[in-house]
Nanobody, 114 residues
Framework: VQLVESGGGLVQPGGSVRLSCVAS????????MGWYRQVPGKQRELVAT???????RYADPVKGRFTISRDDGKNTVDLQMNSLKNEDTAVYYC?????????WGQGTLVTVSS
């Protein structure tokens, strides 16, 4: 399985950005998909996950601002990020877990700065 993220970049505080991840696996519709983020010097942390039956989970700092969604027909999972803050600056990683196996994307950098 390969995961490829896109959509990162520089955005001003209060702005929005949409990240997208496309997966190459054949069992995408069964997978739990997620987004994590990492700041240099800190541990990678959960942002949001979305199960195959539509159950979502969000980290407290992003609740109400970020939305995770998936398209099983296209093998994609997106992260809509609104009302961005400086502290959302990080490398964002796509994550897939299915049948006890997991994979990570290479990451995409989101920088929130004026």
């Amino acid at each position: 399985v390969q995961l490829v993220e896109s959509g990162g970049g520089l955005v001003q505080p209060g702005g929005s950005v949409r990240l997208s991840c496309v997966a190459s696996g054949t069992f995408f519709s069964l997978a739990v998909m997620g987004w994590y983020r990492q700041v240099p010097g800190k541990q990678r942390e959960l942002v949001a996950t979305l199960s195959s039956n539509g159950y979502t989970r969000y980290a407290d700092p992003v609740k109400g601002r970020f939305t995770i969604s998936r398209d099983d027909g296209k093998n994609t999972v997106d992260l809509q990020m609104n009302s961005l803050k400086n502290e959302d600056t990080a490398v964002y990683y796509c994550y897939e877990i299915v049948s006890g196996r997991s994979w990570w994307g290479q990451g995409t950098l989101v920088t929130v700065s004026s």
